[in-house]
């Protein structure tokens, strides 16, 4: 069973983000407002300084925002 490397994960999650949201043309504030979250707590997100302890239910309103599946947090591009 391969192990699954939390920080290179999380790296990806944020990385795909900003990704998503610059692809959308959203800014933080934006995606904050639209995810039902703080601005703050986006920027952590994606500065990848702070490991963040996302919640399934965050990352779902984050998704929905975007108008991606939670699959696509994951891929790397």
Do not use: G, H
Request: with cysteine; proline share 0%; aromatic share 10%.
């Amino acid at each position: 069973m391969t192990k699954i490397n939390i920080y290179n994960e999380y790296n990806t999650l944020s990385d795909n983000i900003k990704y998503y949201r610059n692809e959308r043309n959203l800014t933080q504030e934006q995606l904050a407002e639209r995810a039902m979250c703080s601005t703050s707590y986006i920027k952590q997100i994606e500065s990848q300084r702070n490991f963040k302890n996302v919640t399934f239910i965050t990352l779902t309103n984050i998704c929905n925002a975007l108008d991606i599946n939670i699959a696509d947090l994951f891929k790397k591009n």
